[in-house]
């Protein structure tokens, strides 16, 4: 049995991400939720897109506590996994969202219009899903939000078929600063790294243009609808209801 460390490693490595993304995407961020805020202000909508592990950001984004209408979360189970192998399972969704074609059938669903921002997910930035994502909100005159690894956008060459990538694309890219490999613990005898980054990244860097969006919205005087726990007693007991009323309303615009 080998000797517990002083400290955590990947605590400490968690920390020094999270200060590169505050030292060196600040401003990205910050572009973004002026964008975003616009795109609300205006009557639009912040269309919220990822696939596999990159659906984490959008399921957290709304409905959560102290998210708000103007989010719209896209979701496609075939997207998503529900299982390790079989139904639903991790292989089936890798070759789902690597496939040509899928996403841009799956978007046309949807009421996206020129008015809205797309916001993507994508630590590689390079599978069909992103990037067929990016091309379908770009052919209808949205601007595009990209979060994605900055070393994959660097260094890895693109798959797709239009020798595009979800970086390439994206009006605003916000580096998720985790390496390529994701993984970011290196184990003594263990020739694979450990213990994902992308996740912890992501998923601060939604909640700080959530945050700096609404802060953007306030100045400019923009009600929000803003979902709350239960927890906070000063609020009407029927708040919630009004604030999916509220999301109801903004996809029938």
Known sequence: MSESPQRIEYIDKAIELLGRIGDTQKGWILEAAVKMAGSIAAGGLVHVFGSGHSVIPVLD???????????????????????VVGPGGAPELLWIERAEGYVANFLKSFDLNERDVMLIYSHGGLNAAPVEAALYAKRRG??????????????????HSSGQTLGSLADVMIDNC???????????????????????????????????????????????????????TSIPRDHNERVFEDYAKSLKR
């Not at 984004?61 to 299982?83: A, E, K, S, T």
């Not at 390496?179 to 992501?202: F, K, Q, R, W």
């Open 61 to 83: 984004v709304f409905p959560r506590y102290g998210g708000f209408v103007g989010f719209h979360p896209i979701m496609d189970p075939r997207l998503m996994w529900f299982n």
């Open 142 to 159: 949205l601007q595009v939000v990209a979060v994605t690894s900055g070393d994959n956008y660097k260094q890895a060459k693109p798959t």
């Open 178 to 232: 985790v390496p390529l490999e994701d993984a970011m613990i290196h184990i003594d005898g263990l020739v694979e790294p450990v213990s994902a980054g992308s996740t912890l990244s992501i998923v601060a860097i939604t909640m700080s243009l959530v945050s700096e969006t609404a802060r953007e919205l306030a100045c400019r005087r923009h009600k929000l609808s803003v979902f709350v726990s239960p927890n906070v």
